[in-house]
């Protein structure tokens, strides 16, 4: 008797695990899972989010005095790294708190008055189009207000800067090569060509430059490519690598994907990721 019971219990228990396999199978087909979307809780625009100072960093050192070239590069990379992680520090807590306005909408509730108004005035800053309605503005501004990877800013600033020697460097704090295009705002360069009109950009501090570069990277339509990248790294839920983000900084410079290639050597050279 038992092991008539045996001989029947096991298919029994098989045939009803397929059962419920098909079943849910076929519940699942008619109603999908949907993606559930992180918890934030709401934070309203306040300056001491959406409006910090720059960082405040130390006047640039002479790094033409240090002669060699191992020393050189990590004190460059060491002072340079406190400003980057401040302003990658900003990008998080502003890219969570425009998560919370969307969840905010999505929940059928409004922002409050100063929050609109904070919404109005990044999508100014960021230069998104006036057609947009909110929820699209927060959603442009979720693939602009993100994070970058050191590696990328620390082989660009070396690149740009000759290790924080160049002259523009030393007399502008400009780090990245960033220009500007009215009479008395930067530094001429000795090199301009006839009829040009840009000049290298000075900045008060280096801190105020990184800001700049951060911004600069999140909002012209020439690095678009790079935050595209971004939003695909961010999507796959992988780690945001400065060799592969680089591939969209191709008009960064004249030399095109030469450019980028040198960067990437530059990365790969000083271990940066």
Known sequence: ???????????????????????????????????????????????????????TSSALPDFAAITDVKEK???????????????????????NALQSWRMQLRAQKVLDPLTRLGLSQLATRYRLKPSLNTEQQIDALLLRIDELPPSMVLAQAAME??????????????LFGQWCFSSGCGIVPLQRTSGDTHEVKLFASVGSAVEAYYLNINTHAAYQSVRNIRAESRAQGTSLKGALMVAGLEKYSGRGMHYVEELRSMIRTNRLE
Not at 21 to 39: D, G, I, N, R
Not at 73 to 90: D, G, H, S, T, V
Not at 161 to 174: I, K
Request: glycine share 2%; hydrophobic share 40%.
């Open 161 to 174: 800067s000759a290790w924080g020697t160049s002259r523009f460097a030393r007399q502008a704090n400009n």
């Open 1 to 55: 008797m038992r092991s008539l019971l045996i001989k029947w219990t096991l298919p029994v228990c098989v045939l009803s695990y397929a059962f419920g396999c098909l079943s849910l199978t076929a519940y699942l087909s008619l109603h999908p899972l949907q993606p559930v979307e992180p918890e934030f809780s709401f934070t309203p625009f306040h300056s001491a989010i959406f409006n910090p100072k720059p960082y």
């Open 73 to 95: 590069k990590a004190a460059f990379f060491n002072y340079l790294r406190p400003a980057i992680e401040y302003n990658n520090q900003k990008a998080r807590d502003q890219h």
